[in-house]
Nanobody
Framework: QVQLVESGGGLVQPGGSLRVSCAAS????????MSWARQAPGKGLEWVST????????YYEDSVKGRFTISRDNAKNTLYLEMKNLKPEDTALYYC???????????????RGQGTQVTVSS
């Protein structure tokens, strides 16, 4: 079965950096677009970034452009999100998600992990 396991979250000060990872199993990782999404307390799920199968094309939500970098290692079945210049408003549970499709500007997911908590606070 499809499994997505996130790791690497934690507490970081504003302006700091963090890298979160997602280990994928149970499917052919290299055949799927993959995404990161996040959910802040009391808010809905927010798309953050998507990467194509080969890793050469990436997409970002406007508020994270220039600060976050999505990447993947298909040999290791692992997805990454490098986050720099973190802000308190980036505080959320970060999910790794397998992309099912794109409808207009909306990315749809068919599987996601349990999430890893990122807290940005002084």
């Amino acid at each position: 079965q499809v499994q997505l396991v996130e790791s690497g979250g934690g507490l970081v000060q504003p302006g700091g950096s963090l890298r979160v990872s997602c280990a994928a199993s149970g499917f052919t990782f290299s055949s799927y677009y993959m995404s990161w999404a996040r959910q802040a307390p009391g808010k809905g799920l927010e798309w953050v970034s998507t990467i194509n199968t080969g890793g050469g094309t990436t997409y970002y939500e406007d508020s994270v452009k220039g600060r976050f970098t999505i990447s993947r290692d298909n040999a290791k079945n692992t997805l990454y999100l490098e986050m720099k210049n973190l802000k308190p408003e980036d505080t959320a549970l970060y999910y790794c998600a397998r992309v099912a499709g794109r409808f207009g500007v909306q990315w749809e997911f068919d599987h996601r992990g349990q999430g890893t908590q990122v807290t940005v606070s002084s």
